[in-house]
């Protein structure tokens, strides 16, 4: 995994930090308000089902995919169905979902992540 780092003078580094729109937040935080911003028009945080299946109890759980074998929904799972949602459609789902690759930064990704592991 490759990153980039922008080293600042310590006033502008402060300056940037008062931007930052999560300041203060963990990271759950972080993608619950992501998710209720971005993702509730097709998933719930239950197991009810809209557009796409509701998430809750899905991180850890086998997923059932139209043209492979089940799945574990790990970290990676969750990471490759946000950023290249069509890579494994989920059984059941149309091929619907908006790929967020370049949408989210690190920060939004990593939330949405454990969000989703929150869902018990």
Known sequence: MWGKVHVLP?????KWLETDPYKGLSA????????NKRCTGCHNPTTEKKVGPGLQHVFGSMVQLEDHEPVLADENYVR???LYPAAKIVKGFPNAMTPFLG???EQELTGL???VKSLK
């Open 10 to 14: 310590k006033e502008q580094f402060e």
């Open 28 to 35: 759950v935080e972080v993608g619950k308000a992501i998710f």
């Open 80 to 82: 490759e169905s946000i």
């Open 103 to 105: 949408q989210l930064d």
């Open 113 to 115: 992540i454990e969000f």
